[in-house]
């Protein structure tokens, strides 16, 4: 199992950033998805999820409204995007696979700050 993360980088508050997640490995589209952050000094927390299939999203209540989940069975892709971003957001983002303990990839660094 393999997951690689990009598309974070340096935003202003209120602006947006798209993450992609590449996964290999495994079968895909017959898993569900999700992403987690670390902010500096904090545990790892859960962002979003995504079902299989995509019918289903959860959000943490700090994203709710704000951050988007969603995924591309065909190209083996997972995407959040991320809008009116908030300095709270800054974090190291992963994309993980829930059956697979072991799936964390390297991240991608999000900062929000003016």
């Known amino acids: 199992v393999h997951v690689v993360e990009s598309g974070g980088g340096l935003v202003q508050p209120g602006g947006s950033l798209r993450l992609s997640c590449a996964a290999s490995?495994?079968?895909?589209?017959?898993?569900?998805m999700s992403w987690y952050r670390q902010a500096p000094g904090k545990e790892r927390e859960l962002v979003a999820r995504?079902?299989?299939?995509?019918?289903?999203?959860n959000y943490a209540d700090s994203v709710k409204g704000r951050f988007t989940i969603s995924r591309d069975n065909a190209k083996k892709m997972v995407y959040l995007q991320m809008n009116s971003l908030k300095p709270e957001d800054t974090a190291v983002y992963y994309c993980?696979?829930?059956?697979?303990?072991?799936?964390w990839g390297q991240g991608t660094q999000v900062t929000v700050s003016s």
């Open positions: 490995g495994f079968t895909f589209s017959s898993y569900a």
């Open positions: 995504i079902s299989i299939g995509g019918g289903s999203t």
């Open positions: 993980y696979v829930p059956s697979f303990v072991d799936s």
